[in-house]
């Protein structure tokens, strides 16, 4: 399984880092993305990494703004936005994928965490 942890309240133009912990595997076997979810709207697409080669995949909405990493010990992938803006107040989601490439779908993720609330507000 996995588990998000990291949210919470930020300022406008602030940064904050989201970690996903990954429970019984290690990051290097898997893909894992990052999804958030706004109040109203449909779960979009964030940030993706292979946890074999290190490709990420950085979606529009917050591209020059966030970076996805693997810890050194292997078990966590680190998001990390900056420049806060309130259209990014979501709760944020990472998921697992056995394998696979790092696809930006979420339909191809298999384990998916409960999510931990970001607000972006002054």
């Known amino acids: 399984r996995v588990a998000e942890s990291g949210g919470g309240l930020a300022q406008p133009g602030g940064s904050l880092k989201l970690r996903c912990t990954t429970f019984?595997?290690?990051?290097?076997?898997?893909?894992i993305g990052w999804f958030r979810q706004a109040p109203g709207k449909e779960r979009e697409t964030v940030s993706c990494?292979?946890?074999?080669?290190?490709?990420?995949y950085i979606a529009d909405s917050v591209k020059g703004r966030a970076s996805v990493a693997t810890t050194s010990a292997g078990t966590a992938v680190v998001l990390e936005l900056s420049n806060l803006k309130p259209e990014d107040t979501a709760v944020y989601y990472c998921?697992?994928?056995?394998?696979?490439?790092?696809?930006?779908?979420?339909?191809?993720?298999?384990?998916w965490g409960q999510g931990t609330q970001v607000t972006v507000s002054s």
């Open positions: 998921a697992a994928e056995n394998g696979g490439w790092g696809s930006p779908s979420q339909f191809a993720y298999d384990y």
């Open positions: 019984g595997f290690t990051v290097g076997d898997y893909s």
């Open positions: 990494i292979n946890g074999n080669d290190g490709i990420t």
